[in-house]
């Protein structure tokens, strides 16, 4: 009868243990909510997150805290949302370079399908291919002949080894038979600063990072990476369009959070995030920034995710991409 008492009160623990979370989701949110940026401050997922997470905020009646958590190519941020309380209080916002990672860390301390639950997508946008103004080259064509004529020479940035504004290039260098150095930097931020200030000669990075330079003239943009113009950049050739065929990278930005996160927690998230983004003034900062906002559920963006890690991992094997 003892051992039954024991095992009793042990059973009655477990389901307190496991219907806690649910019971604490019809309160949530009822403090803060952290969402880690997983690059420096001025990139394009900091500038998502920004935009979303404002009226996110108000939304939800709750202050959303904006953290830039920077380092190795966004795993940092990653690993600490991975390992974070499943309660909807710490989430990430990140990009297709979430996709990438999965097979770019084979040591990584998080396991991307097991440990990360996609909540909700935001939106997608081409990468815009920019040179330097001290470039000489004004075309697709123009800076490829470049590139082959000075292999090694021309340096590209990009926000980390492994990043979405990486291997794009990579793929692109590759199907075009040329040779190109690679800048890891700690963001898109600091990358496209240096492109403007002619440290590194190209980037081929999303429109909200590059728009400012653009509209000064610190860059010139040369082609959008998306399989049609892009609405934003209308006058820019696509890639496909200079002859690279096939050609088609349109990154794809969203708002995720630890694995285990109760349902009910998920869906109110989802949901707001979705009523955010169909407010007109979130719409138009969004998209006077080049993003095409998408609707989702969260299994379709779950879905969307994961074939995007399959899909990516090869071509990482192929490209023998390596992060140390």
């Known amino acids: 009868m003892k051992a039954l008492a024991t095992i009793g009160r042990g059973l009655s623990l477990l389901l307190f243990t496991v219907t806690l979370p649910a019971v604490a989701a019809g309160d949530w949110p009822a403090r803060p909510i952290t969402i880690l940026v997983p690059f420096a401050p001025g990139g394009t997922v900091d500038i998502v997150a920004r935009v979303v997470g404002q009226k996110l905020g108000a939304e939800l009646g709750q202050s959303v805290i904006i953290e830039n958590r920077a380092g190795a190519g966004g795993t940092i941020a990653t690993a600490a949302v991975a390992h974070a ?3 909807g209080y710490t989430l990430l916002a990140h990009h297709m370079g979430l996709a990438f990672n999965a ?14 639950l996609p909540v909700a997508h935001i939106g997608t946008t081409p990468n815009v291919l920019v040179t330097s103004n001290a470039l000489s ?8 002949a470049l590139a082959r004529s000075r292999p090694g020479e021309i340096n590209y940035g990009s926000g980390g080894i492994g990043s979405a504004g990486h291997i794009p290039m990579a793929v692109l260098e590759a199907a075009t038979g040329t040779r190109m150095s690679h800048v890891p930097y700690r963001g898109a931020g600091p990358a496209m600063a240096d492109l403007a200030a002619g440290h590194v000669q190209a980037m081929l990075q999303t429109i909200p990072a590059v728009m400012p330079y653009i509209q000064s003239g610190k860059v010139r943009a040369i082609a959008t990476s998306g399989r049609t113009r892009s609405r934003t950049l209308p006058n820019l050739p696509t890639l496909q369009e200079a002859g690279i065929r096939d050609f088609d990278y349109s990154p794809w930005y969203g708002l995720f959070a630890p694995s285990g996160t109760p349902a009910p927690v998920v869906d109110k998230l989802h949901a707001a995030v979705n009523k955010v983004l169909a407010d007109a003034d979130t719409l138009e900062k969004l998209s006077q920034q080049g993003l095409d906002i998408q609707k989702m559920t969260q299994r379709q963006f779950a879905r969307t995710v994961g074939d995007d890690i399959r899909k990516w991992g090869a071509a990482i094997k192929a490209l023998h ?3 140390e």
Request: glycine share 0%; charged share 30%.
């Open 103 to 116: 097979s770019l860390y084979e040591k990584a301390p998080f396991d991307t399908t097991r440990d990360i």
């Open 137 to 144: 080259a004004r075309t697709v064509n123009e800076f490829l």
């Open 321 to 323: 991409v390596v992060v």
């Open 85 to 87: 309380h499943p309660d």
